[in-house]
């Protein structure tokens, strides 16, 4: 991989097309404030570029929708600091995938170390990080998958979707075993994630591969509620509306699950143990974690968003020319108010 002489060699050049544009922007194009601004934050990526001292990161992040994405940008940050020998650019495509081709296409005219991202859904990658691959540029993908060639990135670090969505129905099998209701039949509705991510591809799949094996478990209906409160509140108003009899709500993320609970008490039901209708839920946030414990969400399946450190490490490999794996799985658990509280106190987020 790079080491920090190529580096300086691309840094050179770079500079000089830089003089040339910072030369054209003196040109009246824009305002001098502006250009002086532009101009003082380019410098320092160059000065930086060019004395090789700090690893440059471009990272293109979905958004700020939900309060575990807030987390894991903060995870990266964290880890990828100056004092752990990075520079980061940041970019937040609020939630389209058009900014974050955009952002990535930026990373690569600056010619960044490194670009990393969360795909916002799995689809429509392949044209840029074709452009990433003939620059030379490594992609680490974080959290989400991209659906391209394999040697389109680098590496992914991220968690098992799939698998929580199969944790979801297993505890749900579980849980009406031991009510003795297995045999009833049961109406479930799904508050999905945006459409194509990875996440709710994983989430759905998952449950559904479980409850397929259950003739008495009836999906009545999925809609997505993009991951954010607002429309996990909306859909759930649609849901309740429409479906006279909902026993179980899969709501794949915290998010949505707050905006679900509000939905569904101000309809004059209550969820969790002793309700009306039980509740699962994904992420595990410390808000949620407290209505596990106070039992208004029956089970949240934890999806851990601290991944800066793993993509550090990934990082200081390559830059050792170490050899990395293509996929690095985080670790994650089952919250239940049985266990909920040894946890609790030590959720940062
Ligand atoms: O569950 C949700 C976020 O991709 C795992 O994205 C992530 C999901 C997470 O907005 O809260």
């Known amino acids: 991989m790079k080491g920090k002489q190529e580096r300086k060699k691309r840094a050179a050049a770079i500079t000089a097309l830089l003089v040339l544009a910072l030369a054209l ?5 824009f305002h001098k404030e502006e250009a002086a601004q532009e101009g003082g934050k380019v410098d320092e990526r160059l000065r930086i570029q060019e004395s090789g001292e700090l690893t440059v990161v471009g990272f293109s992040q979905i958004g700020s929708e939900s309060v575990w994405r807030t987390a894991n940008t ?3 940050e964290r880890a990828l600091s100056r004092e752990n020998g990075y520079f980061l650019l940041s970019d937040n495509a609020r939630q389209r995938q058009e900014n974050q081709i955009k952002a990535i296409r930026s990373y690569i005219s600056q010619r960044v170390d490194y670009i990393v991202f969360s795909p916002i859904m799995e689809e429509g990658w392949d044209t840029v990080l074709e452009e990433a691959k003939q620059a030379g540029i490594p992609v680490i993908l974080m959290d989400r998958m991209a659906d391209v060639d394999e040697s389109l990135y680098t590496t992914w670090v991220g968690t098992d979707m799939t698998k929580e969505g199969e944790n979801a129905a297993r505890w749900l099998e ?3 075993k031991r009510k003795g209701r297995e045999e009833e039949s049961v109406n479930i509705v799904i508050l999905q994630g945006t459409p194509g991510s990875s996440s709710e591809l994983g989430r759905t799949k998952g449950f559904e591969d479980v409850a397929a ?6 999906i009545l209906d999925k809609r997505t509620g993009d991951f954010t409160t607002a429309k ?6 649609q849901f309740l509306r429409r479906y006279q009899d909902i026993d179980v709500v899969v709501s ?8 679900a609970i509000e939905a569904i008490e101000e309809a004059g039901m209550r969820t969790g143990a002793g309700g009306d209708i039980i509740m699962i839920s994904f992420d595990a946030v410390k808000n ?8 208004k969400i029956d089970v949240d399946i934890e999806c851990n968003p601290e991944q800066g450190a793993y993509i550090d490490d990934v990082i200081g490999k390559l830059e050792r020319g170490e050899k990395v794996e293509k996929a690095y799985v985080v670790e994650e658990k089952v919250f239940t108010r049985e266990n909920v509280g040894e946890y609790l106190d030590s959720r940062s987020y």
């Open 25 to 29: 922007s003196g040109c009246g194009v």
């Open 74 to 76: 903060r995870s990266v």
């Open 174 to 176: 579980d849980y009406l």
């Open 213 to 218: 094996a259950h003739p008495n478990w009836n």
């Open 232 to 237: 996990g509140k909306e859909v759930m108003q």
């Open 252 to 259: 794949q993320n915290d998010d949505m699950t707050f905006g």
């Open 288 to 295: 949620a974690l407290e209505m596990v414990q106070s039992g």
